[in-house]
Each structure stands twice: as C-alpha cells, then as structure tokens.
DNA sequence: GTCTAAGCGAGACGGTACGTCCAGTCTTCCG
DNA sequence: CGGAAGACTGGACGTACCGTCTCGCTTAGAC
C-alpha cells in the first residue's frame, strides 16, 4: 500500500526508509494504547521522534497512515492453502481470519476506518484495495470446490464473501458476540448448505 | 430516547417542545448535507436557532442528539405482520428493512455511530437497544416458524440474525452492492437452506 | 486601546476582566524575556493559562496585543505640565518620554511593531493612535511658547515631533547611541534655535 | 558585501556568478510584490531557480541576504561632492539621500532590518556598516565647513547625523509624513541653525 | 586524463508557530 | 428557573517556513 513507486528516482533526497518504519511504528503503539479516536498525528509524530510534515508527506490523511499501519501490524495476508476440500479450506479461511483479526489492531480500528469511507471516496478505494486479498481468496476456494464438484456451478464467490464477512463484521462492530470456534463452524456450515451440492 | 421523563413537573420554565423540534430538525438536515462527521453541535445549534446549552441539556453527546434525530427521521420500526410462512415474513422484514433503511439518514449515519460505538461502552448500549427490536422481530418470526415446522427447533435467532444483518452491514459499509430484490431473496433463500426444516 | 464598546451589554456571557489582565500580564512578561520576535502567541496564552481562543478574540495579530501591552505596561502618558518657559517644558516632555521609554517593554518592541506598521495599514493606525498624546503635547507646548513669544508664530509642530522624536528613534534604532539628559540638552537646544524667537 | 573573498580559488567547483545574479535579482522582485515580512527564502530560492542551499550557502540568514540585494538594487551610495558650502553640500546630501531611498526597495525593506538588528547584534553590525558611508560623508561635510568657517568648530558630526537622519527615519516608520523638497529644506535649515556659525 | 573538492537543484528531515475549529463547560441576562 | 447567547479552557488540525541534511550530478583546477 504504500505504493508511489519510489524508483522516480527523482532529483532530491530520497525519502529516509528508517522514517517510514518509525511512523508505523508508532502509529500501531498509539492505537493500541489510545484506541482510534485518541491516536492523533501529533502524538505518532512526538512517538516516532519526526515531524508532522514527514507524515503528512506520505499519507494525505489519518485513516490511510492507520490503515497502512494496520495492514503491515502483523502480516494480515495469510497462504489459502488447498485442504483438499472446501469446507476445510473455508474453515481454514475463517479460522486464519479470526486469529489475524484479534491479534492485530484491525479490530480496533476496522470501525474508525469504515466509518471514514462512508464519507470519502478515497478512504473506500483504500478499503476496497485492503479487501481484495479476502475476495481473491474466497475465489479461489470457490473455483477449486466447484471443480471438486462440492460446489454448485456458477456460485458467485461475492455472495459468499457476504456470508463470511458479513456476520464477521456484524458481530465486531455490533453484537460484540464471540467470534471463536463455534462461530467459525457455524459459518461454514451455512455456506455450505446454500452453495454445496451435497452437503451432509 | 427523548430524554428523561418531562413530567418531572418540577418548578420553573418547562421545556419547550418547539425546541426539541427545531434542534431535531436541524440534526437532520445537516446530516443531510454534510454528513456524520460534518455535522457538529455547534452548526446544529446554530442551524435550529437554539443555544448549544439547550442541546447539551438534552443529549449527552452528539451520538445520542444523531441516533435520537436518524430515530425519528422515519418511524425506522415497522410492523413484523405475519405472512403465512416463515420465508414470507422473512422476506417482509427484509424488504420492508431496506426500504426504511435506505430512505433515512440512517444509511449516512450508521458507520459513523458504529464507530463511536466501538470505543464507548455508552453507545454501545444505545446501539444495542436500537437494535432490539430486530432481534424481537427476527424472534418472532423464528418461533413462528418453528411452531408450523417450517423452521429447524432449537434454531437460536441470533445466529438468523447474524446471517440477515450482517451481510446487509457488509455490503453497506464494505462493498457498496446493492441492496436491492435480489439481495433480499437471496438472503432469505440462505436463511432457509441453513435452518429451514425442509426448504425446497 | 481595548475599544470595543464593552457596554453592548449584548445577550452571552460577559468577557472576564481577569483574562484580559492575564494575558496582558503575561504579554509583558514574555515580552521582557524573549524580546519580541520570540513572543508567540501560544506561550502568551499558556503563561497566562488561557486559551488561544481568548486571544485571537480579542486581538488580531500579535501585533494589536503587543501595542496594547506596551501601553500599559506603564501608564506611558504623563501630563505635559507647564514649566513657565518652552525649553523648560521641552524638556521635562523629552526627559518624561526617556524615563518612560527606558523603564518599560516599549523600548524592546518598538523596532517590531514599526516594521508591522509598515507593511499592514491597521498596524499603521494603531501606531498613529499611540503616537498621538505626543503629538498633543508637542502641541500644547508650541502654544503655550508662541503666546508667550518665545516661539516663532506659525510654528508647525510636526516640525517639532520630526526634531524630538526623529533623533531619539534614530538612537534607540540604529546608532545605539545612549538617550541621556546630555542628549536631552542637546534637543531642546536644537529645537530652541530652529523655532524660537531669540534663543540665547 | 559580497561575501568572503572569491579568490581563495581553493579546488572544486568554482560558485556560478549566474546564481549570484539570479539570487538577488529574485530576492528584489519578491521584496517588491510581498514585502519584507512575506519575503521567504523558499520563495526566493524558487523564484531564482536555485536550491536553498546555494542561497545559504552565501547568506547567514533572510537579512543579510536582503540587506545585500537591496544595497545593489540602486548603487545606494553617491559620491559626496563639494558644492562651495556647508548647506549645499548639505542639500545635496539629503536630497541624493530621498532620492535613493525612494526609488530603491530599501524603503520597504528597512524597517523589517532595523526590527531584526534589534535583536541580533550580528545584524545589528551590518547595519553599523551600511550606515557608516553616511556618517562618512557627514564628516566630511563638517569637516569642510570648518574650515570654511561656515560651521561651529567642535561640532560633532554624529549630532549632525542625528539631526538629519532622524527626522528621516521618524517620518519614514512613523508618520509618513512626504519626503520631499519641502522637507529637504527645512532639514537643512534646522541643522545650520544648530551649528552654524552665522547662519541667516 | 584522471582525480577530487566544491557547487549545483531538488527535496526530505526535525521543528516551531501559526490561525482555525469544535468540544464541552460556565456565566450572564431575559422572560 | 428555562432558554439563548456567547465567552471560557483546551487541544488537534493541517499549513508554511525555518535551517540542515542528503542525494546524484556538473564543473574545473590540481595532479
């Protein structure tokens, strides 16, 4: 996500790297120790012992440094590895999803961020470029379960992301409900029953 | 949500309840026009032609002034009738979900208040008591169901709830697909396959 | 120079003398320990344990805030009394303004406020405004010289405030040199010889 | 005022004589269209086309480098010619003066350079320096009417600066008063009544 | 003909202060 | 005493320059 290939490779000092890890840095200590709304750009920019400016030349805006930092906090994108069925690999998926979510920061800052796309459409290609790891995963899922033959033909795997997703992000930002293993099972059970061919 | 009982009757001026008009009516419209996070007390107060004091007397924060006005904005509760069948009156509840949802500010509203929500516990209970009475709803409806043997027993509402609100939340806050008819079927369709008794 | 008819007695809550002595208080100090160009207006208003708000309500610029404290730092206008001859009210004026210049914050900010003035017209006034009780005086004591027929009739004192005050600014400003009774002397002797009608 | 002597021809690159040039061509137009205080470095570099290095590499700070550019806008010194008498040469003296002075980016710019050397001693030396021509060609005009006979002996051709520079300097900063003929006049006027030995 | 120190434009760096905006509270007067 | 007005403290915002520091390059005298 940071994007703007660098290799301009333009006249002028180039941009020090040792900055942009303190940034993240502490962009990820201050949210975890305020919380969205408490992480200002000033206190990152004390944290990180750099100035405002240098922040502010690499991200417009708050909720694209935090989305960044919270995209690099763990290594949010995890392998889809083929379990050899489907509902192994959904439940891999949402197992690994879980487990992502809740050790890292996102989930502190999933709302803050979502709350600012409503409003910016700039935020919502940020989001949207963040999502697509989840959506190109779940495809694949859905490709190799049709070929196995466990998976209706002509599923459409967006459907599927709102089945998985969907309750996810429900349950985080409104119920509060757990997202543990049972949760998990659950989810994978009702996919299956709407899009499997022969489930149970 | 209207604050506390006006019948205290206590001495003194009592409210005037052309305020509590002006200063709903003025959330609303600028809500409308410039959005959640647009939208700040002060131009509220300024908008209804009322002092800042008079709203503070009545709400504690600006998410319980938001949640009151998008409330009222449209009666957002709708009857849950019964249709003959639990497809039926899921589909209704969707449907008639929707069409509230997506003509109130509500739809502006919701991501900015889920935000607040998530970091304070205050909200959140405002949240959750705006949301109970999908989870009646939704009750309904399952008990319904199950009574007439369309719908699984022991089938726990919540879980229908999760499966009903949560991709709706998803696509509004997330992807931005539509939420149209379609939707809606497919929706119920899912619901059915995963706790209907025999659907299809 | 607070202006600003206070007595509006307009509807809101009355501006608090203290924060008004506060701030000017805390002007003057800051004043005197970094000279002017280190006077911010953010120390001001931490000093004076006041908000920037309450500073940028009342005053403009630093500028405006400066002049005001400069002025009454010491009640830097005192009576031009009548020495029964115009040398002697000549100089007990320029011995007055030396005492008074010396003693307070004037000495440091004036350069300052001078180099505003010539670029932000308001600043200009404001300098004309504080500058006008000498001309006043300067004045007075002219009238007072040519009706006794000490000084030529028709006697401008605009002359006059150039001889007086252009030297004791070309001291303070650029040579440095010491503003002392000799100083003084010489003056009120130069002045004497230039407009007065048989000096010596 | 040019900086250090070119010819230490030490090694290495030789500085461009261009970006001398450019600098302070730069420095003067922007001196003229935003003032003494809107005048920034940043600008001057960019509107020369030079990087702030190269500006700094050769001026300490914002003062020097416009106390240069505008002691070369106009050759600000003239020659002090020998007229016959003390109040001819005395004219030609300040007429010359007005005459510089208004034509030159010095007016817009002295103020701003006297603020500064109040506070920096180092500025405050440069200005010593840009002012001493004058207190040169002074002298020398006392000296002369000594000699003549025309100007009391002992006078102090500080006191005669002071005299002539003051009023200048007042009616420039404080009172914009015109600096014209008239003015001229009178000026010369006042001095020889100081210290003239038989004037009128 | 290399070497090499200095100059060059560009632009990132850590900082500081700016003036604005709101939040939420407090204080006045009017009805 | 309720309500409107608006001043209060406080703090983050995003901007503008400061003066310094790399960068990769050019230039031209020294070797």
Redo the contacts with the bound molecule.
């Keep these: 996500m940071v994007s703007e290939a660098n290799d301009a490779r333009?006249?002028?000092?180039?941009?020090?790297p040792k900055?942009d890890e303190?940034i993240l840095g502490a962009t990820v200590a201050v949210l975890r120790e305020r919380g969205w709304s408490g992480t200002?750009?000033?206190e990152v920019a004390a944290r990180a012992?750099?100035?405002?400016?240098?922040i502010?030349?690499r991200y417009p805006?708050?909720v694209t440094l935090v989305a960044d930092a919270a995209t690099r906090d763990r290594e949010s994108v995890f392998p889809s590895f083929d379990t050899g069925s489907a509902a192994g690999d959904l439940m891999a998926f949402v197992l690994g999803s879980l487990r992502r979510l809740l050790g890292s920061v996102w989930q502190d800052v999933l709302p803050g961020v979502l709350a600012e796309a409503a409003e910016d459409p700039d935020v919502r290609e940020v989001v949207k470029e963040a999502w697509s790891w989840r959506r190109a995963s779940i495809g694949a899922i859905v490709a190799r379960g049709i070929e196995r033959g466990e998976i209706q033909p002509g599923t459409d795997p967006e459907h599927v992301l709102d089945m998985v997703d969907g309750p996810l992000l429900f349950r985080l930002m409104v119920t509060k409900a757990p997202l543990d293993y049972g949760f998990a099972d659950q989810l994978v059970d009702r996919v299956m029953r709407a899009v499997g061919s022969h489930w149970r």
């Excluded at 333009?10 to 020090?16: F, Y």
Aim: glycine share 18%; hydrophobic share 20%; charged share 35%.
């Design positions: 333009g006249r002028g000092r180039p941009r020090d900055v303190a200002t750009i000033e012992g750099v100035g405002k400016t240098s502010y030349r805006s708050k």
